[in-house]
């Protein structure tokens, strides 16, 4: 199996400390957060994962090159950004003989098992299927509404959220869906892809995994006690 991990942001929220780091490489205890993240693909079953960088990418290449074991890390800079979903279509060729995939944004933080995703994906029969999670400020993500699984509705950063069942940014997806996204770059999962699998994607709960969206250095703070803390990680 194959996955994007989308690490290319700037981190602008997080300065002054990703002036000098990227925001995919702080550390959470010992371990920064492209490692947390390739392990947990590597235990879900992936072998191969494409890295986007921009910011800062020659760091990354060298954290890269200095690891070993699996997966195989494949690196693709991109001089101006492309967007989460711009990333997907201009990589269209790493997943299209594949049955499904998975991408992930990498600023996020949890416990969560993928193969409760992977196993959901597989059995539901869509071509794609979101992860949710119980915001605290619904109004900063995007919100999905669900009935018997299925997703019957998104919107992005709605100023009046009709829910707070927001989405995780854990994404499984069958090749299929990247000719969904069309338009200039950058484009974005949340923004121009999502609102075409209303009526056509599945959601699973994380169902109280730790889960944090490390944006800022409040948050990043917060991840570092609390992962530490609850799990010893």
């Given amino acids: 199996m194959k996955a994007f991990l989308l690490a290319a942001g700037l981190g602008t929220r997080l300065r002054p400390i990703t002036d000098s780091t990227p ?39 060298a954290h890269v090159a200095a690891r070993t074991g699996r997966p195989i890390v494949h ?67 995007g919100i999905v ?27 499984a997806f069958h090749p299929s869906v990247l000719d969904e996204i069309d338009g200039p770059t950058p484009a974005d999962i949340g923004y121009n892809l999502l609102p075409r699998m209303v009526g056509r994607a599945s959601a699973v709960d994380l169902n109280g995994s730790y889960f944090i969206d490390i944006g800022t250095p409040a948050a990043l703070r917060s991840a570092t006690d609390e992962w530490e803390g609850r799990f010893g990680k």
């Fill in 23 to 61: 925001k995919c490489l702080l550390r959470i205890g010992e371990s920064p957060l492209l490692d947390i993240w390739l392990d947990a693909l590597a235990r879900s079953g992936v072998d191969e994962v494409l890295v986007n960088t921009h910011h800062l990418a020659d760091l990354v290449r």
């Fill in 75 to 141: 690196l693709v800079e991109e001089p101006e950004l492309l967007g989460s979903a711009g990333t997907l279509r201009a990589n269209r060729d790493f997943v299209a003989d594949e049955e499904m995939f998975l991408a992930v944004n990498a600023d996020n933080l949890t416990d969560f098992d993928l193969n409760v995703l992977i196993d959901a994906h597989r059995s539901g029969g869509r071509i794609a299927t979101l992860t949710l999670f119980r915001a605290a400020r619904p109004s900063e993500c």
């Fill in 145 to 171: 509404e669900v009935t018997n699984g299925l997703v019957v509705g998104y919107v992005e950063k709605p100023a009046d959220p009709p829910s707070d069942l927001a989405n995780a940014g854990i994404y």
